[in-house]
Nanobody, 123 residues
């Protein structure tokens, strides 16, 4: 079993920054991912990181603005979000892939999820 505890969401002005954290416990995952979901929209891939080697993948919409990282000692994954835009507004979900299924950009490959944290970017 894996438990995920998220923090760092909130309200920020356009152009601002937030850093989301996701503390993990339990089984070491193959990958950790961040997804987001806005009301009435499908769940959208944001970023993923391979736990073992740190390889990363990003959605085109966030490349150059968001950075995913992990601290193995703290069992924590982060999402640094810079140059935030109103269209980034969504519930951000941390997810663990403990089975190694691919692609990591597909939410269906993840088997554990955090509760979600609201990110609101005002214009």
């Amino acid at each position: 079993q894996v438990q995920l505890v998220e923090s760092g969401g909130g309200l920020v002005q356009a152009g601002g920054s937030l850093r989301l954290s996701c503390a993990t416990s339990g089984r070491t995952p193959f990958a950790m991912g961040w997804f987001r979901q806005a009301p009435g929209k499908e769940r959208e891939f944001v970023a993923a990181i391979s736990w073992r080697d740190g390889f990363t993948d990003y959605a085109d919409s966030v490349k150059g603005r968001f950075t995913i990282s992990r601290d193995n000692a703290k069992n924590t994954v982060y999402l640094q979000m810079n140059s935030l835009k109103p269209e980034d507004t969504a519930v951000y979900l941390c997810a663990a892939n403990t089975r190694g299924y691919r692609p990591y950009s597909d939410y269906k490959t993840y088997d554990y999820w955090g509760q979600g944290t609201q990110v609101t970017v005002s214009s």
